[in-house]
T-cell receptor, first 113, second 111 residues
């Protein structure tokens, strides 16, 4: 069964610190992997998208990595800010006749002053 | 500016009533999706559409229906609301297999 798992489930860090969120997937055949940020009470917003041939993608202070061999991805947040407090969702697309999208459960990040 | 909107943002209804949630996008995207989000679960796909008159069932489609009469709108109908359908519902749209753009969500409570 195609699945996406994320760890940790929740994380609290001090403002200014770095953190790394993990995503493991069993989706096959793989099409692409996206990281979304979801603020409380809002819809998810895309941060990065990576295909099989890409192993790193940056968006400001957010850097995503992908190891397609081990089926793992990480999202690294540098110099965290209070506004980074949100849920971060890993989304993997399965390559079929269309891109079937599978969402991970998310990691809840709290940045405290 | 192009956008995707959902209405109502909050809805309380009673078991057995029919409820329709609206989704409207102005990007002219062909693809539109409905998801529900519950604690402990990732977003789960209810229904999706790849164009006018096209609708498809997702993984949790029982008790829900959609219709696509134009490019901009994909209303989601709960035929007979059940307490298990209490959730936050998100509509999304995309071009081809590109990134999906999500609406702000509708919080539905079924009493």
């Amino acid at each position: 069964k195609n699945q996406v798992e994320q760890s940790p489930q929740s994380l609290i860090i001090l403002e200014g610190k770095n953190c790394t969120l993990q995503c493991n997937y069993t989706v096959s055949p793989f099409s692409n992997l996206r990281w979304y940020k979801q603020d409380t009470g809002r819809g998810p917003v895309s941060l990065t998208i990576m295909t099989f041939s890409e192993n790193t993608k940056s968006n400001g202070r957010y850097t995503a990595t992908l190891d397609a061999d081990t089926k793992q991805s990480s999202l690294h947040i540098t110099a965290s800010q209070l506004s980074d407090s949100a849920s971060y969702i890993c989304v993997v697309s399965e390559k079929t006749s269309y891109d079937k999208v599978i969402f991970g459960p998310g990691t809840s990040l709290s940045v405290i002053p | 500016d192009a956008e995707i909107t959902q209405s109502p943002r909050h809805k309380i209804t009673e078991t057995g009533r029919q409820v329709t949630l609206a989704c409207h996008q102005t990007w002219n995207h062909n693809n539109m999706f409905w998801y529900r989000q519950d604690l402990g679960h990732g977003l789960r796909l209810i229904h999706y559409s790849y164009g006018v008159q096209d609708t498809n069932k997702g993984e949790v489609s029982d008790g829900y229906s959609v219709s696509r009469s134009n490019t901009e709108d994909l209303p989601l109908t709960l035929e007979s609301a059940a307490s298990s359908q209490t959730s936050v519902y998100f509509c999304a749209s995309s071009v081809s297999t590109d990134t999906q753009y999500f609406g702000p969500g509708t919080r539905l409570t079924v009493l």
